[in-house]
């Protein structure tokens, strides 16, 4: 079944704990966490003490997406104050792979994501190390933009280089989601869909109900 991993980017976060707590007991499958460093991207968000105090009130899984460069210095970092999976992109990484491994000797999960304009095939030599490939299907930086529709070939592309490596990675698709798109999204094999704007309109359990509803059809 396709996961929906609502992103605390477009949180109120004034009453951040209160609204983590209504996707939860909407069965939202992944918290997704956008840290930005005003370098990688041309905006700043949140970073690790609102991981750590997020952790204490939730059981969620936590989908963390890094948006800053050489991200292997804040690995531990972010796996101390409570990240399941922590996603790198590949732009902002001088060593892919060994930014991978460290996240792995962390003891967690490993994503690495691509932006729209990164050629997939970039993933070839260490297709088969991530748990999660996210395809970005916006510029990173800012939630509130509009679906790049080349994201349903780059999702395909990355399925087959997956099932002919033997690659087990989850697709993930970030960026410009909404009730329209979502359910040509998940019919298109993407595993886990990521969703700000579009999950946190208020109220939040209509709105999460309603994405939900698109992709159960
Ligand atoms: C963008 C972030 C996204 C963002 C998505 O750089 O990675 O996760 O929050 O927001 P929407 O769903 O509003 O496009
Ligand atoms: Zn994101």
Redo the contacts with the bound molecule.
Sequence with gaps: MTKIAP?I??ADFNRLGEQIAILENEGADYL?I?VMDGAF?PNISFGIPVVRSIRKNTGMFFDV?L?INEPVRYIRDFAEAGADLICVHYEACSNIIGTLEEIKSHGKKCGVAIKPGTPVELLTPFITMPDLILVMS?E??????KLNHNVFERVKAVRQMLDESGGKAEIEV????TEDNIAELAAAGVDVI?????AFKEPISESLKRLREKIDK
């Design positions: 992103s980017l477009s997704h956008d991207v997406h948006m916006v990173p930086g800012f939630g509130g933009q970030d960026g410009g989601v990521v969703t700000g704007s579009a």
